[in-house]
C-alpha cells in the first residue's frame, strides 16, 4: 500500500489504521446499538490481528470463528446491518475505533504511533509497518 509523499494523512478509513497493524493483538467487541440489541443477546469479541479482526470467541455467529476477517464481515458476524463498524467496535480500554481514528485523522503519519499510544493507555503497541522513507506498506526497511 502506498501511502504518498512524506506529511501524508491518511486515517480516512479503519483499513488505514489497521493496515499500520500498530493495535495488533488488541481484544475488541463489537455491540449493536440499542434499537438492535435483542435481550439477553451478548456482543461479539474479536482480536485485532493483521490488517483484520480475529474471530475467535465461540461467540462468532457466522463461518469464520477463529478466521481473520475484515471489520464488514466482523460486523455481520454480530448480526448487525449498520455498515459503520467503527462506530460499534471498541476496545477494552473502552475507547471506540472511531475515536481513535478521530484523535489521529489531523496528525502527519510520523506522529501517529505516538498519538495511538496516548489513546491506548497502557497497552504495548506494536510498531508500525509502514517505512516512512518510501511509505510502503511492505516494504522491508521498517521502522526499527
Not at 501524508?8 to 489497521?18: A, M, P, S, V
Not at 455498515?83 to 473502552?94: A, H, I, Q, S
Not at 504511533?113 to 511509505?135: A, H, P, W, Y
Request: hydrophobic share 35%.
Amino acid at each position: 500500500m502506498k501511502l504518498g509523499k512524506p506529511g501524508k494523512r491518511f486515517l480516512d478509513k479503519l483499513k488505514d489504521l489497521l493496515d499500520t497493524r500498530i493495535m495488533e493483538g488488541l481484544k475488541e467487541r463489537y455491540v449493536k446499538g440499542q434499537m438492535a440489541r435483542k435481550q439477553g443477546e451478548k456482543e461479539l469479541q474479536g482480536m485485532i490481528k493483521d490488517s483484520g479482526i480475529l474471530c475467535y470467541y465461540g461467540s462468532c455467529r457466522g463461518n469464520h470463528a477463529k478466521e481473520v476477517v475484515s471489520p464488514t464481515i466482523f460486523e455481520l458476524d454480530a448480526d448487525s446491518a449498520n455498515k459503520r463498524p467503527p462506530m460499534y467496535t471498541y476496545l477494552e480500554n473502552g475507547n471506540f475505533l472511531r475515536d481513535i481514528m478521530n484523535a489521529c485523522s489531523s496528525l502527519l503519519l510520523d506522529t501517529l504511533d505516538e498519538v495511538v499510544q496516548m489513546v491506548l493507555g497502557d497497552f504495548t503497541m506494536q510498531k508500525s509497518n509502514i517505512c516512512f522513507n518510501c511509505r510502503d506498506f511492505k516494504c522491508t526497511n521498517l521502522l526499527s
